[in-house]
């Protein structure tokens, strides 16, 4: 365009108009930017999701969840990841996985502090972080499920909850022994403290409902309650104050998710 051409108010505008012009093209072409930069991750957290269920479809559609439910915890994987300076999205798509298996918002969960501090470390080089911290995982699950299953763990604790047993330590290392093993007595008995304690109120009535809670919160992370991979289980155990209905639904699901 040739400058008898522009507009009269910006050929005549002096310096200091000159600055705040130029400085708010500077501003909106940030946010525009931002925008298009938020929309792209958005764009790929949704195919992201998608192609997790696509992946443990069977499992996820037992616990009641869609690969649109999964988005959020994509988008809190991805967003921790860029906290911890994890951008790229193979590195992003295998904590993703590592959501999937040690539960929404792991970095939170006391029993992976070790193993997240270790993998995010200024020592440790950018690229392999998420390759480490999926080293950490794979090791914690062969030790957790060694000889054991979680259709196995799901028997036990249909067991003890048609029983009628609450979240005692002993109720516990029998639904799942391979915990226990993992731990110091000192360590485990803290955890399981801590999670017990940490029940939210529905199901903190010492029975079978806050044993269901503790036992799942071992498998599937200690906020599986708020894990939108687990709404079917959530809604079971908050809703259902019949033992033996609440026993029928968890063997229901696991059946569904182990076949």
């Given at each position: 365009?040739a400058?008898?051409a522009c507009?009269?108010s910006?050929?005549?505008?002096g310096?200091?108009?000159?600055?705040?012009f130029?400085?708010?093209v500077?501003?909106?072409s940030?946010?525009?930017f931002a925008?298009?930069?938020?929309?792209?991750?958005?764009?790929?957290?949704?195919v992201?999701?998608h192609?997790l269920?696509a992946v443990?479809e069977?499992?996820?559609?037992?616990?009641?969840?869609?690969a649109?439910?999964?988005i959020?915890?994509?988008r809190s994987?991805?967003a921790?990841a860029q906290?911890c300076?994890i951008n790229?999205q193979?590195d992003v798509t295998?904590?993703?996985?590592i959501?999937?298996?040690?539960?929404h918002q792991?970095w939170?969960?006391?029993r992976f502090?070790g193993?997240?501090?270790?993998?995010?470390?200024?020592?440790?080089?950018?690229?392999r972080?998420?390759?480490?911290?999926m080293g950490?995982?794979?090791?914690?699950l062969r030790s957790l499920w060694?000889?054991d299953?979680l259709?196995a763990?799901?028997?036990?604790?249909?067991?003890?909850?048609?029983?009628?047993?609450?979240?005692?330590h002993?109720n516990?290392?029998?639904v799942?022994?391979?915990?226990r093993?993992?731990f110091?007595?000192s360590?485990d008995d803290r955890l399981?403290?801590?999670l017990?304690?940490?029940?939210?109120e529905?199901?903190r009535?010492?029975g079978?409902r806050?044993?269901?809670?503790?036992?799942?919160?071992?498998?599937?992370?200690?906020?599986w309650?708020?894990?939108?991979?687990?709404t079917?289980?959530?809604?079971?155990?908050?809703?259902?104050a019949d033992?033996?209905s609440l026993?029928?639904q968890?063997?229901t699901?696991?059946?569904?998710?182990?076949?």
């Amino acid at each position: 365009m040739a400058w008898g051409a522009c507009p009269p108010s910006l050929i005549n505008i002096g310096v200091s108009d000159y600055q705040r012009f130029v400085a708010l093209v500077l501003t909106l072409s940030s946010e525009q930017f931002a925008s298009f930069e938020a929309h792209a991750r958005g764009r790929w957290c949704a195919v992201a999701a998608h192609n997790l269920f696509a992946v443990y479809e069977t499992h996820y559609t037992a616990f009641g969840a869609s690969a649109e439910a999964i988005i959020p915890m994509v988008r809190s994987t991805a967003a921790w990841a860029q906290r911890c300076g994890i951008n790229g999205q193979a590195d992003v798509t295998r904590l993703c996985h590592i959501s999937a298996s040690l539960g929404h918002q792991f970095w939170r969960d006391p029993r992976f502090h070790g193993y997240v501090g270790a993998a995010t470390a200024p020592t440790m080089p950018v690229g392999r972080r998420a390759t480490a911290m999926m080293g950490y995982t794979k090791g914690w699950l062969r030790s957790l499920w060694a000889g054991d299953s979680l259709r196995a763990f799901s028997e036990r604790l249909t067991e003890l909850v048609a029983g009628g047993h609450g979240p005692k330590h002993h109720n516990l290392h029998y639904v799942l022994p391979g915990h226990r093993q993992m731990f110091s007595v000192s360590d485990d008995d803290r955890l399981l403290n801590w999670l017990v304690n940490s029940a939210p109120e529905p199901v903190r009535d010492t029975g079978p409902r806050q044993l269901a809670y503790t036992a799942c919160a071992l498998v599937h992370g200690a906020d599986w309650f708020n894990d939108p991979q687990y709404t079917r289980l959530a809604e079971a155990v908050r809703s259902e104050a019949d033992a033996a209905s609440l026993a029928g639904q968890i063997t229901t699901i696991y059946a569904k998710a182990t076949a």
